[in-house]
């Protein structure tokens, strides 16, 4: 059976960081764009990050730009989000999808219509 599972998310307190791993059952990330959205209680899904099959192409939130770092581990077929310097506002369901019907595309969207297949999410908690 095909899905992600996102994991790596917890409480962590203010200035501290956290790894997201992304990883995939039943097919390969190495072959789709991979982004990363988060989902805040009352407020819309927001894109984070994404990165296209080429790994050099990255793109970044406004919001996070500077603190946090998408990446591929191909031999794992996993994708991580590396964050840093949290605040309490980055609070939220992390979640990561996978664009299925992009298969090798050199581009990704910061855009969640994009991703038709989704984790179950990992809340991250920034709290002192």
């Known amino acids: 059976q095909e899905h992600l599972v996102e994991s790596g998310g917890g409480l962590v307190q203010p200035g501290g960081s956290l790894r997201l791993s992304c990883s995939a059952s039943g097919f390969s990330l190495d072959y789709y764009p991979v982004g990363w959205f988060r989902q805040a209680p009352g407020k819309e899904r927001e894109a984070i990050s994404c990165i296209a099959v080429t790994s050099n192409v990255e793109f970044y939130a406004d919001s996070v730009e500077g603190r946090v770092s998408i990446s591929r581990d191909r031999a794992g077929n996993m994708v991580y989000l590396d964050m840093n310097s949290l605040t309490p506002n980055d609070t939220a369901v992390y979640y990561c999808?996978?664009?299925?019907?992009?298969?090798?595309?050199?581009?990704?969207?910061?855009?969640?219509?994009?991703?038709?297949?989704w984790g179950q999410g990992t809340q991250v908690t920034v709290s002192a």
């Open positions: 999808a996978a664009a299925r019907e992009a298969l090798g595309a050199p581009y990704c969207a910061l855009v969640p219509a994009s991703y038709n297949s």
